[in-house]
């Protein structure tokens, strides 16, 4: 895929639900093709609405959404979706379907044969054995789980990946290991990812750059850098605040 077609643009984007809750307020934002951002915010900030507009799951009330300089609305869904490969909030593998199926899914929705040597290949890229495939999700552990939402989203061989707090449900030592094959696949296949999660930590170890949601709106846009310099504004210094103060205490601990 070309390198400008993986770019992201929000164009004074606002979502108003039908009981008026405002869950995206005129945010604009340019990201750039082949960049990791993370989207940081509480509950309820509009995180995943926002993610949720750029491959149509959600349309804008008002403003502008592309995908790579064309309107994500400029052709049919499917086709910008197969550009797209989308890791659900809470895994969302199918539990009647094997793990292979889970995976030939999305070679389906690109219009390939679901072949098992591409299968194969797909479990491999999240470092995953061929065996796998013929498994149930229910006899996989969560991180595995959530390496075969991997899988499927980028079965299309998409330039773009969007992932919805992908590592929520892990514990601390696979959500780590799995954060840093997610990076290296990124920078491996030259991908733009945006990273939903809340937990600035996280963000500031895998992200390029880091925005923070509030009440729907960007209320910081930074480099990892400097928001540990203290200049990505109060609601930043607010976040960071939480594993800096933690790290200090380690540090303490084994001096
Ligand atoms: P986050 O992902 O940051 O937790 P969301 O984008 O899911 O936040 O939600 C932002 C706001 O929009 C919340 O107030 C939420 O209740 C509301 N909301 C989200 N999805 C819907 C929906 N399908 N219908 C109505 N309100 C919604
Ligand atoms: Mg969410």
Redesign the pocket.
Known sequence: MPEQSRSVTFKNVSKV???G?K?VDGVSLEVAAGSFVALV??????????LKMVNRLIAPSAGQVLVGGESVDAGPAPDLRRRIGYVFQNVGLFPHMRVGENVAIGLRLAGEKDNAGRVAELLDLVELSPEIAARMPDALSGGQRQRVGVARALATGPGILLM?EPFGALDPVTRDGLGKAIRALHDRMGLTTIL?THDMAEALLLADRVLV?EK?RIVADATPRELLAGKGGPAADALVAVPREQAHRLAELEK
């Open positions: 639900w039908p009981e809750v869950a915010g509480a509950s309820g900030s509009g995180k995943s609405t926002l919805d939903v949601m729907g």
